[in-house]
């Protein structure tokens, strides 16, 4: 949409990034506070969430180039990224960092105790951020839909040319603002600590869905049928069911044994 605007030397699309991420961090700040989450357990998850981001930012690269290698037999370094690749391999890295660093700078199991809690507002603090980041993703012409002459069509350059297409980013970054928004309400005032399997489910099947009208290079797995994020997102959804059941059985059960052992 404005791929070549530039503010004090950055493009609108890394602008909105850098929103998002402050945006996250000032959400997690609000939301942890609501929760009374302690400072040193919040001071822990900030320094190991900036981790995540860096290497979930590069590692949404390098899956990019995956996707692309599988596709030509070449690898080509690109600043291509994909989201799904960005969360799978920052969650990892916040996760090694989150448990690695915990007994350290807290002294105490606090971090274990308390993690299930920690990665219920970070979970929709991620949406925000992705919220925001689709947004980037209108401004720089990116993630674009089909062509259309709809009245919902939104002009675009791709590859240089200005077309009407599918506005896919902004219908996204729709979905997330009330994705986040309703994650925050089960949160806050019916302290549901869901969010990760609400997320993955919820998550799963819009990716799952939008996929079919983006007309972007999709990258690939080796199917004809399904883009690598449709794949993706097919396993977010199985997994989010599981943790579903695993929740309402077994550790509600184990919750359970030892509440009445206390008694």
């Not at 916040?94 to 219920?120: A, W």
């Not at 993630?143 to 069509?153: M, N, V």
């Not at 902004?170 to 997330?176: A, K, P, R, T, V």
């Not at 990760?196 to 007309?215: A, H, K, N, P, T």
């Amino acid at each position: 949409m404005f791929p070549t605007v530039r503010f004090l030397g950055v493009d609108l699309y890394f602008w909105m990034i850098i929103i998002g991420v402050v945006a996250a961090m000032v959400y997690f700040r609000f939301v942890s506070e609501k929760i009374k989450v302690s400072s040193k357990l919040h001071n822990l998850t900030v320094i190991t969430a900036i981790g995540g981001v860096v290497v979930g930012y590069l590692a949404s690269i390098l899956v990019q180039d995956f996707y692309s290698f599988i596709k030509t037999g070449e690898w080509v370094s690109s600043t291509g990224s994909t989201f799904l690749g960005g969360l799978i391999g920052g969650l990892a890295f916040f996760h090694l960092l989150y448990f690695l660093c915990g007994k350290f700078v807290l002294k105490t199991d606090e971090h274990i105790k308390e993690y299930n809690t920690i990665i219920s507002v970070v979970i929709p603090a991620i949406v925000l951020a992705h919220a925001f980041g689709r947004i980037g993703c209108l401004f720089a012409g990116c993630c674009y839909g089909k062509l259309t002459d709809a009245w919902y069509g939104i002009s675009v350059y791709v590859h240089g040319v200005l077309e009407k297409r599918i506005p896919t980013q902004l219908i996204e970054s729709i979905f997330l603002f009330l994705l986040c928004a309703v994650l925050t309400y089960l949160l806050i005032k019916k302290n549901n600590r869901h969010t990760v399997s609400i997320y993955m489910i919820s998550y799963g099947i819009f990716r799952f869905l939008i996929e079919f009208i983006r007309d972007d290079e999709r990258g690939s797995l080796g199917s004809t049928i399904f883009s690598p994020s449709q794949l993706i997102s097919m396993a977010m959804i199985v997994g989010g069911v599981i943790l579903l059941i695993l929740y309402y059985t077994v550790f509600n059960q184990k919750k359970e044994t030892i509440t009445n052992e206390e008694e």
